[in-house]
């Protein structure tokens, strides 16, 4: 499984633009990168799934650049409703054993 | 649909005693799995199965059992709860893609503390 890194925290304010980096510098031909948000006392939630160039949906978009060793999740206009913890996964169809590191935890103030 | 559900939400034991956690998912997924969430930290695979009747070990499987008799059910077994398995535990289901790793549901948790 492709390892990943992502920043521990990051703090914001209302109505601005979130964009959180995960480098995954050994990623596989065929690994997918996939992201999701946590509240607390909840389970994680998908957000997006992405394997190269850009994907947007109605929550957020997922850049990820042509060399795909990092892939960047952006939330749009963020409120404080936003406040969870991000958590960016690289793998495959044939990847059981997910991992979730400590994921990055977003803080928006208002 | 319920979508995945888990059974207790809270549960105290004492050092030494067993008990089941249920898992049920009402999606037809094949993927079914079990983490536990420390304080601050985040998720790690206790157990896995990919359909009925087969399950493998994740990151952290000791101490804890697992069966899958049907598509919907996984329930997680603590052989002998230590304090060290103080935790939340969470269940998530998936169907397995033909691409990527599908969008996993995850249940709404149980907070364990072992005395």
């Known amino acids: 499984l492709a390892k990943t890194t992502q920043p521990i925290s990051m703090d914001s304010y209302e109505g601005q633009e979130v964009n959180i980096t995960c480098s995954h510098n050994n990623i596989a031909t065929n690994d997918y990168i996939t992201w999701y948000q946590q509240f607390p006392s909840q389970g994680p939630r998908f957000i997006i799934q992405?394997?190269?160039t850009k994907v947007t949906n109605e929550v957020a978009s997922l850049f990820i650049p042509a060399d795909r060793k990092s892939s960047t999740l952006s939330l749009p206009r963020v409120s404080l409703s936003d406040t969870a913890v991000y958590y960016c996964l690289v793998g495959g169809s044939n990847d059981y054993k997910l991992s979730f590191g400590a994921g990055t935890t977003v803080t928006v103030r208002a | 649909n319920a979508g995945v559900t888990q059974t207790p939400k809270f549960q105290v034991l004492k050092t030494g005693q067993s008990m089941t956690l249920q898992c049920a998912q009402d999606?037809?997924?094949?993927?079914m799995s079990w983490y536990r969430q420390d304080p601050g930290m985040g998720l790690r695979l206790i157990h896995y199965s990919v359909g009925a009747g087969i399950t493998d070990q994740g990151e952290v499987p000791n101490g804890y059992n697992v069966s899958r008799s049907t598509t919907e059910d996984f329930p997680l077994r603590l052989l002998s709860a230590a304090p060290s398995q103080t935790s939340v535990y969470f269940c998530?289901?998936?169907?397995?893609?033909?691409?990527?790793?599908?969008?996993?549901?995850f249940g709404p948790g149980t907070r364990l503390t072992v005395l």
């Open positions: 998530a289901s998936s169907y397995l893609g033909t691409g990527g790793f599908d969008e996993q549901f």
């Open positions: 992405g394997y190269k």
């Open positions: 999606m037809n997924h094949e993927y």
